[in-house]
Every structure is written in C-alpha cells, then in structure tokens.
C-alpha cells in the first residue's frame, strides 16, 4: 500500500465453495460450465477472463507492481465453485452442450461425466415470454408468487446439498418479449402485489431476480430482459445488501461497436451511418427472430452509439446518424455467427470514408470467460460489502445499469479503468489517474 492510499474495506475471506446457478443451461452456460471444468483438469486455459488472466498495475510505473488480479484480489478459486442450473428443457449440461454445438467432441466428450450429473431444476418459465421455445421441466404454482417463492426453496436446496457457503446467479437464460417498466416496477410493495395477482408486466426473469435477492444471491443479468433493472427490485437489493448488475454480455457486434466509436470520438471524426447485420442460427438466434424478442435486444444493442458519440454535445459530427442492427436466423451456422459493419465516417472537409467489419465470433466462446468474471467479481462485491447496481462490471455489458438520472458508461476503455480502479480502491491501493506527471518533475 502506498502512502497516501487508504486502508481496504473490510473484505469476508472466499472461504469454502462458491455455487454459480444460472437460470438457463444452454450454449452459454454449458460452454462456461465445461470450460471451467477443462481449465480445472488442466486442459484449458481461462482465454478471456479478467479474474484468472488480466493483471493490475499498482502504484508507480516505476515500481514495478503489476500482480494478477487473482492474486490481488481475494476471489473465489475456481477448484470452489460447483454448478446448478435451472432450464424448462430437461437435457442435462451434456446433452444441452452437444445439442448447443459449440464444442468439439474432442474436448466434450472427456468431460462427458462430470456435465451429465449437472441436470436443470425446474424452471420458472411461461411460452408467453419466450414465444419460439417449448418447455416441459416447468414449475406450477397458485400464482407467480408462489413460482417465485419455489425457486427461493430451489435456492436453499442447492446450497444444503452442495456444501456451497455462498451462492450467485448470472441469467444465461434465453431473451424474453420486450416489457415496458410500468407501474408494478416502481415499488417492492406494488412488485410484490403484483406477483400475487399475476400481472403479465411480471416476466419470469424478474421473478428469479427477485427469489436471488431475497436468498442473498448477487444476480447478474446476462439478457437485454428487464430483469433486475426496475426500481422495485433495486429498492430490495439496497435493502438486503445485495449487489446486482446487468444488462445483456457484450460480446460480438456490440463490444466491437464499444472499440470503435470511441475511437472515432477521440479523434473528432464524424458519423454518417453504421449499419449491422448479423447471420446466426443457435438457439438464441431462433428466439431472437420472433420479433418481440428481438425488440428487446435491439433496444440494448441501439442505444450503445448514442451514449458513446453524444450527438447533443456533438451535433456536427454526430446529429442524425443512421443507425440500424439487424439479427438473421440462418441454421447451418450454429453458434458460429457471422456479423457485417459498414460504417459510414465523415473527415476533413466533410469528406466520407468507410469502414468495414467482417466478424466471424463464436458467441457462447465469447460470453463463457464473461460469466464467469461476473460470478466471481459478484461474489467479491458482496464480501466486501457492496450492494445495488455494480457500475464496475458495465465492462460486461452492452447496456449498462446505471442509477437513475445517470448516463451509463459504453466506452470500453473507461469501462476497463472504472473496473480495475474499483479493485485498487477496495484493497485500498491509489487511483490510477495516467497524469504521469511526476515522472518528468
Ligand atoms: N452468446 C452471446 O454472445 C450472448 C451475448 C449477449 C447475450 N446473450 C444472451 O444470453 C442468453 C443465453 O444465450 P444462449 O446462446 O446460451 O441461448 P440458448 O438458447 O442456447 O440458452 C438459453 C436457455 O435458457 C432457457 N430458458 C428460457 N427461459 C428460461 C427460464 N424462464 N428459466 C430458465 N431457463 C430458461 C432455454 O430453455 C435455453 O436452454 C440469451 O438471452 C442471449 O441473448 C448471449
């Protein structure tokens, strides 16, 4: 610690085992659950996770301090962590990973044992949210109360038969029809009459948000769903202390939109146009194309621009940019989606130029590393005290949380700073400002 830092806060050791339950086993969960089992067993390494690969510089540049985050931070390790899931369809993680097609058989099937014991809970889960999908592990209740306070018992369960100490939730669970917040959002009290009389505003993912806060499970909102992100449910993760943050990873198009127009930004560079489309043909694809659905996403993924190039500050270089995202459901692709740029920029003298991006990603390889950094950076937050929207983990997320009145953060670069300034400043280490100026006094 230097000088002038301050103490840490008061962090709970990563004692025990940590349980990850995601509502949802299907490409993105079971790619993230088999990874993590094959970088246990040594046949992997963490590829894209900040907690297990990314280091942090401490101090000065000239002190030479630059440990890993894991080893700075005191996160849960991945040899604790066990799984459970909840999913309308029964497969367990084997089958739902072979069917998903993400991995070669090469590295499923030596993990064949371990993924078949891991078999979803019933789900909370009603065709009305998610028109394209057919589920027969359902739960029934008298009403969405009721359905909601099952999955709190599912909740404890787990935790008794698993031996795990602590438990967080990221939804990896399919994007549901657009909902407007209304009224029952605004308070707990109006949230929680409203899962009693069954109000259509009430889609399942919030009721596990809310099942997740009222067991003290930090909950991460890996969908462009609604979710946790209503006044009502933050109202309770204030009170009980629990963090939770969202919404939808950032992964493909988005993250690159998030390296991009913050770039043409530091340069002055204007915008005449980006367009986006997509051709992918998983699971998620075949939600996306029932058009409900993908308003959700499209929602998430329109607002990203705007936030970044700030057209009411910047109206020369950025008033009235066209801006359309397209999502195709083609099957032969699978999981392995390919997205197309233009993007139209303006430079000197008004004069136009292109850029054109062709990316072919793979999806759930890209959002794996990510829910597992939300898991254990959750974990960590809520040891250390931190409860409500987690700002530092906007890094994950094409539409950030932010509290009310504020504008979230897009940029990826500040998104990384805020991220790992939130470490320093919880283990009580100084800010990195990168004013540099006392190397030259
Ligand atoms: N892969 C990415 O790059 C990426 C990026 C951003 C967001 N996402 C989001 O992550 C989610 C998961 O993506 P995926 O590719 O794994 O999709 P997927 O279709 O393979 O898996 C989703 C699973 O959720 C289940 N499900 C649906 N409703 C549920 C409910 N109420 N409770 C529990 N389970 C439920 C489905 O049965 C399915 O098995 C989607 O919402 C997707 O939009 C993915």
Request: proline content about 7%; some cysteine; hydrophobic content about 40%.
């Amino acid at each position: 610690m230097t000088p002038s830092a301050k103490p840490p806060v008061n962090i709970k050791p990563a004692s025990g085992k940590l349980g990850i339950l995601t509502p949802g086993l299907g490409a993105v969960a079971t790619t993230f659950i088999a990874g993590v089992e094959s970088i246990r067993r040594g046949q992997s390494k963490p590829v894209g996770s900040l907690t297990q690969m990314a280091t942090i510089r401490l101090g000065k540049r000239t002190d030479n301090r630059a440990p890993l985050i894991k080893d700075f931070v005191p996160l849960t390790k991945l040899e604790d962590i066990v799984f459970g899931a909840w999913d309308p369809i029964p497969d367990d993680a084997y089958t739902a990973a072979k069917k998903a097609g993400v991995l070669e058989p090469q590295h499923l099937e030596p993990l064949k044992d371990f993924l078949s014991q891991i078999k979803p809970m019933p789900a909370v889960f009603d065709q009305k949210y998610v028109t394209r999908l057919v589920g027969t592990n359902v739960k029934t209740g008298k009403n969405k109360r009721d359905l909601a306070e099952q999955l709190r018992q599912d909740i404890r369960d787990f935790k008794k038969a698993s031996g795990c100490e602590r438990v967080v939730a990221v939804w990896c669970g399919s994007t549901e029809i657009f909902i407007k917040p209304s009224a029952v959002h605004q308070s707990l009290a109006a949230f929680e009459a409203a899962m009693e009389a069954d109000h259509e505003d009430i889609a399942p993912s919030m009721l596990y948000a809310w099942a997740c806060i009222m067991e003290d499970v930090p909950y991460n909102n890996g969908a462009p769903n609604l979710a946790v992100d209503t006044p009502a449910l933050l109202e309770l993760a204030n009170a009980r202390g629990v963090p939770v943050s969202g919404k939808d990873f950032k992964t493909g198009q988005t993250w690159m939109k998030t390296i991009i127009a913050p770039g043409l930004k530091a340069r002055m560079l204007g915008l005449a146009g980006w367009y986006s489309t997509n051709i992918l043909g998983n699971r998620d694809g075949e939600v996306l194309d029932d058009p409900a659905s993908f308003k959700t996403k499209e929602e998430s993924k329109l607002s990203v621009l705007h936030t970044i190039l700030q057209p009411e500050k910047y109206p020369d270089l950025y008033k009235d940019f066209s801006h359309v995202v397209r999502i195709n459901y083609y099957p032969p692709r699978g999981d392995n989606k390919e997205g197309w740029d233009n993007i139209d920029i303006v430079g000197w003298m008004g004069y136009p130029m292109q850029i054109k991006v062709n990316f072919l990603c793979r999806d759930s390889i890209l959002a794996a590393p990510i829910v597992l950094d939300l898991a254990l950076f959750s974990d960590f937050a809520h040891r250390a005290g931190m409860k409500g929207i987690q700002e530092w983990l906007s890094f994950y997320y094409k539409s950030p949380m932010a509290a009310a009145g504020l504008e979230p953060e897009h940029d990826l670069f500040i998104q990384q700073t805020k991220l790992k300034n939130t470490l320093r400043h919880l283990m009580g280490e100084d800010q990195i400002t990168h004013l540099g100026l006392e190397y030259y006094a």
